[in-house]
């Protein structure tokens, strides 16, 4: 792809009109096949987060997900944590751990990246290590992407920072695999 072809693909998302032409109401009732997602978190050295949320996380009733959890080289003991309390959910194979000790620093963009490339499916939901899904969030997903198939961001409400248009995901936004590569 090239720059212009990725520029536009950014103002895509960008122009606020858009959003609100793609925004619609769906009945929280609205019954839809299961497609598989993958959450992805990416971590660094927030253990105490991780402690809270992952577990309540994996607990979400959706039953056609894998949680992909990327260890972005942290030394605060996330990997023996993973290992004494959650096996089973990655004997499961609902969660799938990951570490890398590519780099000293945490890099949002790179870290991100890397675990969007480890998801297997097309449908990914990035929920930081800080976030809480609540029960049926992914549910709620999968129903607002089932309204469309391509350049969709899914967000929460009032993305947008007031009177800009800078985006503000607050750590939980889904996104197609395709979109992703596409943006580079």
Known sequence: MMFYERQQFVEYFRQAIKFQNLRCTISSDL???????????????RLPDLQQTLPEN?????????????????????GNWVRSNLMRHIESGRLVYYRTECSPYFQPNHSRNVSFRLATNDLIVNVDSDNFMNRGF?????????????????????????????????????????????LG
Request: proline fraction near 4%; hydrophobic fraction near 35%.
């Open 58 to 78: 994996l607990e979400d009733n959706y039953q056609n997900v894998e949680f992909v959890l990327l260890d972005y080289n942290s030394c605060d003991g996330m």
């Open 138 to 182: 992914l549910k709620r997903i999968n129903q607002c992407a089932s309204v469309a198939n391509e350049k969709l961001l899914i967000v929460s409400d009032h993305f947008l920072l007031p009177n800009s248009d800078r985006f503000l995901l607050k750590g939980r936004f889904g996104v197609y695999k395709k979109d992703i590569y596409d």
């Open 31 to 45: 019954e839809v096949p299961e497609r598989p997602i993958s959450v992805v978190t990416t971590c660094m050295n």
